[in-house]
């Protein structure tokens, strides 16, 4: 088998040869410690990772050297890590709502990414198009804290927001897959590790309708789907499921999910993706203990196939290159299906 035939057989739950690994992030440093100077195409080549991930580009402003300004009108700060985290707020009301618009899907730097990756990899890895969902967009563009409250005091505008980033998502999993791509990835979280961020009413009535519309839309253009979230998902699992996911990521230890128990319970309806603990031996541990963790994740989700190993999360600019190669190799020699 070759690396996109390996990791359809996971999505599919069937048993490839040997179990699939790749990560949807990494560190821009992680990568450079391992290929000085190098992009995350290198690594996946280098390292030989089953599939690829790429980001949907969005065009940013520089306001200073820690403030940018992006095409949905977001201020956005540098954090400790790769990413920027919005500042203010874009749509405040429904008057804001019904002006706003996601910037132009067709644009050429939208998918630039993506089609890199499917000239460079395309019939040969797992061709990921990084997207994001509606709890993703109402999340940013009304506020984080604004969202949650407003999830009980104006549903109404929060449905709203969610709707329309569907709309829109669901068009860019469309061209993305008349580019080329294999999968879809879902984000973002909807749990933290004390449980969901909203009841699981509020996720039932106003988020899962919304993740099944869009996994519907993404199926019916030829994507599998990967869902991801932190946290602890298992109040809602069972409706997790029902929106056509499939695959779950990442399994998130640090919020008390057991791999095993996952495997266990869902193991026969969904693949499962993760949870070599990114916050733990690939931090702190040796490369034995990296070791001594895969080979554990693979005893508990590997038997019978449905099964991807990866990180609990990313590989973040604390996770040490050598371990991350040490995960890597490991996989590769003990993840092999007899």
């Known amino acids: 088998m070759n690396s996109l035939q390996r990791v359809i057989a996971a999505l599919e739950r069937k048993i490839p040869d040997r179990v699939p690994t790749f990560e949807f ?20 080549e280098k390292l030989d990772l089953d599939g690829i991930a790429v980001r949907h580009g969005l065009e940013r402003e520089k ?12 201020l956005l700060k540098k954090t400790t890590q790769d990413y920027l985290e919005p500042v203010n ?9 019904k002006k706003f618009e996601f910037p132009d899907p067709n644009s050429s730097h939208r998918l630039s990414g993506l089609k ?7 019939g040969k890895k797992a061709i990921v198009s990084f997207l994001r969902d509606g709890w993703s967009e109402a999340r940013d563009l009304h506020g984080y804290t604004q969202t949650l409250i407003d999830l009980i005091d104006n549903p109404k505008l929060i449905k709203g927001i969610i ?7 669901s068009e860019l999993g469309k061209i993305s897959a008349k580019m080329g791509a294999d999968i879809a990835f879902s984000g973002d979280d909807i749990a933290g590790k004390n449980g969901l961020l909203m009841s699981p009413a509020k996720f039932k009535e106003i988020i899962y309708p919304a993740l099944k519309r869009l996994y519907k839309n993404w199926h019916s253009y030829g994507l599998y789907v990967i869902k991801h979230s932190d946290g602890n998902l298992y109040s809602i699992m069972d409706l997790l499921i029902d929106t056509g996911l499939d695959c779950l990521h990442p399994i998130d230890p640090i919020a008390g999910m057991s791999l095993e128990k996952v495997k266990k319970e869902y193991g026969n309806k969904i693949c499962i993706m993760g ?3 990114c916050a733990g031996n690939l931090v702190f541990g040796t490369k034995e203990d990296v070791i001594e963790e895969v ?24 996770v040490k290159s050598e371990n991350y190669i040490a995960m890597v190799k490991a996989v590769k020699k003990f993840g092999r299906y007899l």
């Open 25 to 44: 992030e990494f560190s821009s440093s992680v990568i450079n410690e391992i290929i000085p100077g190098g992009d995350v195409y290198d690594l996946v």
């Open 63 to 74: 306001i200073d050297e820690n403030t940018f300004m992006d095409e949905k009108g977001l």
């Open 89 to 97: 707020i874009v749509i405040k009301n429904i008057s804001d709502l």
């Open 116 to 122: 890199k990756a499917i000239e460079m990899f395309k």
């Open 163 to 169: 709707e329309k980033a569907v709309d829109y998502y």
């Open 275 to 277: 949870n070599v603990n």
């Open 295 to 318: 080979r554990n994740c693979i005893k508990i989700a590997a038997p019978g196939g449905g099964y991807i190993l990866s990180s609990s999360n990313s590989i973040p600019k604390s």
